[in-house]
């Protein structure tokens, strides 16, 4: 079982990096150039929510069965196991929280503008934190 959630796990964050790039995209070129908030925009901004949450919870499922997330006392001694036990965890639980965020308050906007800006500004410090969440553990983001 470990095996097939790690990969899956592994595998999917190229979907959300990839949706989470384009919802940045097209919410920068559409706040600067004001463009509408079209219906196209609000399913990007949607299936971004449905795979980050769903990576969460391969994530959350791999928290409690890996090898490498250990609760004892040389936790937070060894580089390896901290990373894997506290950093990688609560930086991406900030970036999901991040994307949750920019899509639930932009769904309620009336300005498309600020629709735009919301998603774009939240999802871009979201892509930087998971960029450097991924950075630290050393395996690159390829």
Do not use: C
Not at 53 to 59: E, I
Not at 114 to 119: A, D, Q, T, V, Y
Not at 120 to 140: E, P, T, V, Y
Request: aromatic share 10%; charged share 10%.
């Amino acid at each position: 079982m470990y095996p097939g959630l790690l990969h899956s796990h592994s595998y999917l964050r190229y979907g959300v990096l990839a949706l989470l790039i384009v919802v940045i995209v097209t919410s920068l070129m559409g706040w600067l150039g004001k463009k509408p908030y079209t219906n196209t925009n609000n399913k990007l901004s949607l299936f971004l929510l449905i795979a980050t949450h769903l990576q969460f919870l391969l994530g959350l499922t791999l928290y409690f069965v890996s090898p490498a997330v250990q609760f004892n006392s040389s936790t937070m001694k060894e580089a390896s196991i901290r990373y894997w036990t506290v950093e990688h965890i609560s930086m991406m639980i900030i970036g999901v929280a991040l994307i949750t965020v920019a899509r639930n308050t932009a769904k309620k906007m009336t300005v498309d503008e600020s629709k735009h800006k919301r998603l774009f500004i939240f999802n871009s410090i979201a892509l930087l934190i998971i960029l450097a969440s991924i950075a630290m553990s050393g395996r690159g983001i390829i």
